[in-house]
């Protein structure tokens, strides 16, 4: 088969990734590429699904739901996380659409998804995001909320998968990574979600296990 411009995105992407680790001393493998699929439609993701890669993040609950359900019907084995921000009333919504969420930040949302969960009875992992940079208009807890925060997370059997961070924009981002990293180890937790298409292979040398990569994929976005 040819190589489509979905397949040589990727592969470029691919082996970014793969020097990063190497550097690193990780293994390419540890660390999962995550494909931001926000507003892109459908025509724009198949591409992507047809080379074969099948983990996909969406920041909003209500255009996932209008996107994903039908595309995974047609291909299997597809892996959504939601990495936006979740309102509570949505909670039922996210459980039920996606395999991951990466945006849990207060404990009211904790509540929200233990009852989500129980009632649908569909566990999902969830990744603890904080506000790395302490930014007052960005999504996220507190730093020093984290311990408690994963607590009260485990204590309603949600299953912590990591933390995630949205670093400060115009700035370094490694230090921001190296303190998630260490947020992550002082709580016990391996995943670390974080790094975007500028920044992914900063965050993999920092140990990120999640980067999520839209523009480099997909192209800039309108
Ligand atoms: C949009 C988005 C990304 C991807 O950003 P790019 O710069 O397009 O790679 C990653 N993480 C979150 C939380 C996002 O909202």
Redo the contacts with the bound molecule.
């Keep these: 088969m040819p190589m489509t411009e979905a397949d040589e995105r990727l592969n470029a992407i691919q082996e970014k990734i793969a020097k990063a680790a190497k550097l690193a001393q990780r293994e390419a493998d540890d660390v999962r590429l995550m494909a931001?699929s926000?507003t892109r439609s459908a025509d724009e993701i198949r591409p992507l699904l047809d080379t074969g890669h099948r983990l996909f993040g969406e920041?909003r609950v209500q255009e996932a739901a209008a996107k994903w359900p039908a595309l995974r019907d047609a291909y299997d084995a597809v892996e959504v996380h939601l990495?936006?921000q979740l309102q509570s009333n949505k909670a039922e919504d996210a459980v039920q659409l996606f395999d991951a969420i990466h945006s849990l930040d207060r404990a009211s949302l904790v509540k929200a998804l233990a009852k989500a969960m129980d009632k649908l009875d569909r566990r999902v992992p969830c990744f603890v995001q904080v506000n790395i940079g302490e930014e007052s208009q960005k999504g996220g807890c507190a730093i020093g909320d984290v311990p408690a925060l994963v607590e009260s997370a485990r204590s309603a059997e949600i299953e912590v998968a990591g933390l995630m961070c949205?670093p400060p924009s115009e700035v370094h981002p490694a230090p921001y990574f190296a303190l998630l990293a260490k947020l992550a180890k002082d709580n016990g937790l391996l995943g670390l979600s974080m790094g975007?298409?500028?920044d992914f292979e900063s965050a993999i040398k920092l140990g990120a296990t999640h980067v999520?990569?839209?523009?480099?994929l997909f192209g800039a976005r309108n």
């Design positions: 931001i926000k920041n990495v936006g949205v975007m298409s500028g999520r990569v839209g523009t480099a």
